[in-house]
Nanobody, 115 residues
């Protein structure tokens, strides 16, 4: 059974940082690209970042380039999203996603950027 469990969200002031984690199980993690998406109220779901299975290739949405970093630890079956210089417009539910095994989403973790 595939499971993706996100953690690390919370309330942070503008300019602050958070590190999200997504723990995966139920599939061969190192063979799968992993994605972080976000969903803000009233907006379409947006892909924030993607990382290849070997961790060597990454890609980012223009809105987060230079501020967010995606990484993974295949030994721990975990993908991370380091978020720096956070802005109020980064407020959203952040979800991890894999296309492997037909496609699975985590339940999401709330990130709120507010003073």
């Amino acid at each position: 059974q595939v499971q993706l469990v996100e953690s690390g969200g919370g309330l942070v002031q503008p300019g602050g940082s958070l590190r999200l984690s997504c723990k995966a199980s139920g599939f061969i993690f190192g063979g799968c690209a992993m994605n972080w998406y976000r969903q803000a109220p009233g907006k379409e779901r947006e892909r924030v970042a993607v990382i290849s299975g070997d961790g060597l290739t990454t890609n980012y949405a223009d809105s987060v380039k230079g501020r967010f970093t995606i990484s993974r630890d295949n030994g721990q079956n975990t993908v991370y999203l380091q978020m720096n210089s956070l802005k109020p417009e980064d407020t959203a539910v952040y979800l991890c996603y894999t296309v492997c095994r037909g496609g699975y989403w985590g339940q999401g973790t709330q990130v709120t950027v507010s003073s």
